[in-house]
């Protein structure tokens, strides 16, 4: 098993770009989530997924869109990116019925920086 | 809303001595689970030791171990035997029952000394 696989792992953008942070997992996990870490701030929830076709709203949701078609994939879309985004970006996967409940795993992060 | 809240920035410790790191949570919930997770420079996030709310005893994982004290929404971290790798940013974690959504503290820094 691969785990949590996020991509890009670094990216620079320019303030009013676009992108997709990409997010997928192969442990059949129903839950999926994004979060933020910023220095001195821990990490912070901006949207999950309990399922496909199912997504809601965290801490800090704004300027960010998600969407989850399949049970692998989890994008993370900037629509117009802000130096205010610029962190390190993190996707995690939990809960199979097989598994222990709220047993996250997380992949290596997407550290990205805006200008 | 939840909140967790880790009041130490910063701890230090001698390798092989033991050092314990703070939190405390606010929550109206009763199942619940909470977490520490390490972060070493290299980002990733490794779940040190995680607990039940509905288990009163408290868990422990080889050389760390916990002090969860539910009625006064405390869940502390003891690292005995501390050693030159334990050395990162050590985050505690409220999880919600039904979501599995996670609500961190700020952190605390850990070096070890030789």
């Known amino acids: 098993n691969a785990g949590v696989t996020q991509t890009p792992k670094f990216q620079v953008l320019k303030t009013g770009q676009s992108m997709t942070l990409q997010c997928a997992q192969d442990m059949n996990h129903e839950y999926m989530s994004w979060y933020r870490q910023d220095p001195g701030m821990g990490l912070r929830l901006i949207h999950y997924?309990?399922?496909?076709?199912?997504?809601d709203q965290g801490e800090v949701p704004n300027g960010y869109n998600v969407s989850r078609s399949t049970t692998e994939d989890f994008p993370l879309r900037l629509l117009s990116a802000a130096p205010s985004q610029t962190s390190v970006y993190f996707c995690?996967?939990?809960?199979?019925?097989?598994?222990?409940?709220?047993?996250?795993?997380f992949g290596p992060g997407t550290r990205l920086t805006v200008l | 809303a939840q909140t967790v809240t880790q009041s130490q920035p910063e701890m230090s410790v001698q390798e092989a001595e033991t050092v314990t790191l703070s939190c405390t949570y606010d929550t109206s919930e009763s199942d619940y689970y909470l977490f520490w997770y390490k972060q070493p420079p290299s980002r990733q996030m490794i779940l040190v030791i995680r607990q039940e709310a509905y288990k009163q005893q408290n868990a422990t994982e080889n050389r760390f171990s916990v002090n969860f004290q539910k009625a006064a929404k405390s869940f502390s971290l003891k690292i005995s035997d501390s050693q030159l790798g334990d050395a990162a940013m050590y985050f505690c974690?409220?999880?919600?029952?039904?979501?599995?959504?996670?609500?961190f503290g700020t952190g605390t820094r850990l070096q070890v000394f030789p």
């Open positions: 974690a409220y999880g919600e029952y039904n979501t599995d959504k996670l609500i």
């Open positions: 997924s309990v399922g496909a076709g199912i997504t």
């Open positions: 995690a996967s939990s809960y199979s019925p097989s598994g222990l409940r709220n047993e996250q795993f």
